[in-house]
T-cell receptor, first 116, second 114 residues
Framework: AQTVTQSQPEMSVQEAETVTLSCTYD???????LFWYKQPPSRQMILVIR??????QNATENRFSVNFQKAAKSFSLKISDSQLGDAAMYFC?????????????FGEGTQLTVNP | EPEVTQTPSHQVTQMGQEVILRCVPI?????FYWYRQILGQKVEFLVS????????KSEIFDDQFSVERPDGSNFTLKIRSTKLEDSAMYFC????????????FGNGTRLTVT
């Protein structure tokens, strides 16, 4: 069974600084997708970034980038130039590619606080 | 940009009552999902639906739960006899299902069982 683990229940960062959120996962699949979702206090689920396991290049979206280490099954999220609006719960998630529409498995979440 | 719409945003019901949560997925999407998030916990998969039938369900999705796509646009989750532990945020999601199609979530329905 696939599992996703986020070992940091809470993290904090100063505004304009950089923070890295950790995620590890366990799977026997070779092809899969990994995601980071942001959940602000409104509790909406917002896709931040996505990584295909078959791509060696780390995904980036503006101030958000990932460090994908396939052999180590690690998928961390780096937020650069942190802004107050980045404060939220962040969830790492996994889905296998083998069938279309496969379900997401989520980690426990990391609550990020951004200090002014 | 098209979005997944969920109604109501907040539902309060008494224990033992039936409740129906409603969702309108993005119109050309083919796969539909319900997820649940108990306050302070992780988001958990409940059920996936494709081609008018359940394609996968979790152990949470017992006989008290059912899903339906009654009219080609709405996607509903019914809980027949609610329990206190059903109190949670329920998210509907949809995707086209192709390799590059991400999952789109609705804003959720907060269900409170008293």
């Amino acid at each position: 069974a696939q599992t996703v683990t986020q070992s940091q229940p809470e993290m904090s960062v100063q505004e304009a600084e950089t923070v890295t959120l950790s995620c590890t996962y366990d799977t026997s699949e070779s092809d899969y997708y990994l995601f980071w979702y942001k959940q602000p206090p409104s509790r909406q689920m917002i896709l931040v970034i996505r990584q295909e396991a078959y791509k060696q290049q780390n995904a980036t979206e503006n101030r958000f980038s990932v460090n994908f280490q396939k052999a180590a099954k690690s998928f961390s999220l780096k937020i650069s130039d942190s802004q107050l609006g980045d404060a939220a719960m962040y969830f790492c998630a996994y889905t296998p590619i083998e069938t279309s529409g496969s379900r997401l498995t989520f980690g426990e979440g990391t609550q990020l606080t951004v200090n002014p | 940009e098209p979005e997944v719409t969920q109604t109501p945003s907040h539902q309060v019901t008494q224990m033992g009552q039936e409740v129906i949560l409603r969702c309108v997925p993005i119109s050309n999407h083919l796969y539909f999902y319900w997820y649940r998030q108990i306050l302070g916990q992780k988001v958990e998969f409940l059920v996936s639906f494709y081609n008018n039938e359940i394609s996968e369900k979790s152990e949470i999705f017992d006989d008290q739960f059912s899903v339906e796509r009654p009219d080609g646009s709405n996607f509903t989750l019914k809980i027949r006899s609610t329990k206190l532990e059903d109190s949670a945020m329920y998210f509907c999601a949809s995707t086209l299902g192709t390799a590059n199609s991400p999952l789109h979530f609705g804003n959720g329905t907060r269900l409170t069982v008293t």
